[in-house]
């Protein structure tokens, strides 16, 4: 388990039916410097090892237009003979043929949860998984862990009372084989928390784990906020 006090932390679990398998020997532990902002850092990873890194981009020159020497011209003499004058011939007309209406923009979908669910399916879809569909008990448990880290001042993924994950998301009835979990805190849109998590490889790689069928997430908004928790699982 991986985490930051202000940024994010990434959890995953291989494979297991609930609160056996996420024993010390199948937790790869990374480092847990507090960061003042996930978005410009890397958060550490999940329950499975992931080497944090971050991006470079660099800039393509670009090319400059090369200059043309200029032509000179001698004027030409004037006539002085009149030049018979010619009837305007009409010009054909023509029938344009109508091209296809643009099609409207989708709109975004509706709603802070709907729109998380359909920004991981966007990035999912580039790396080549399916998508994920939304599950209401793993939405049950992202969102009571997002108002316990409020509630509480807590950001971590096992709560003061020792539940990790597995524990929650048992809890609420979602009998899994693998599970994962995202946190963060402070960013104020789904975007925004999506950039933060996709640029720390350790949440990454758990939006990105083509093995997970089902998301739920849970956003508390207030003060020091928002806490964000996204819940990824396979059922059984």
Same mark, same amino acid.
């Given at each position: 388990m991986a985490v930051c006090l202000a940024g994010g932390g990434a959890w995953y679990v291989g494979t297991g039916p609930g609160g056996g398998s996420h024993d010390g020997d199948t937790v790869a532990e990374a480092p847990t410097t507090p960061v003042t902002d996930l978005a410009a850092t890397a958060a550490s990873p999940a329950l499975s090892p992931s $080497? %944090?890194? @971050?991006?470079?981009?660099?800039?393509?020159?670009? $090319? %400059?237009? @090369?200059?043309s020497p200029s032509a000179s011209r001698s004027p030409s003499p004037k006539r002085t003979t009149p030049a018979p004058t010619r009837k305007p011939q009409p010009r054909p007309t023509r029938t344009a043929t109508g091209a296809p209406p643009a099609q409207p923009a989708q709109p975004a979908p509706a709603g802070t949860v709907a729109q998380v669910i359909a920004l991981v399916n966007q990035e999912r879809s580039k790396a080549g998984c399916g998508p994920v569909t939304g599950d209401s008990q793993l939405d049950a448990a992202a969102q009571?862990?997002?108002?316990?880290m409020a509630a509480r001042n807590f950001f971590e993924h096992?709560?003061?009372d020792g539940k990790d994950p597995g524990d929650r998301i048992t809890a609420a009835g979602y009998r899994w084989s693998t599970y994962g979990e995202n946190i963060a805190r402070g960013q104020q849109s789904p975007q925004s928390v999506m950039d933060s998590?996709?640029?720390?490889?350790?949440?990454?790689?758990?939006?990105?784990n083509c093995?997970?069928?089902?998301?739920?997430?849970?956003?508390?908004?207030?003060?020091?906020g928002p806490w964000w928790t996204q819940d990824?699982?396979?059922r059984m």
């Open positions: $080497a %944090s890194a @971050s991006a470079s981009r660099s800039a393509s020159p670009s $090319a %400059s237009p @090369s200059k009571a862990h997002s108002d316990d096992t709560n003061p998590w996709m640029n720390s490889p350790g949440h990454r790689a758990n939006i990105l093995a997970f069928k089902n998301l739920g997430v849970g956003v508390h908004k207030g003060s020091g990824f699982g396979t």
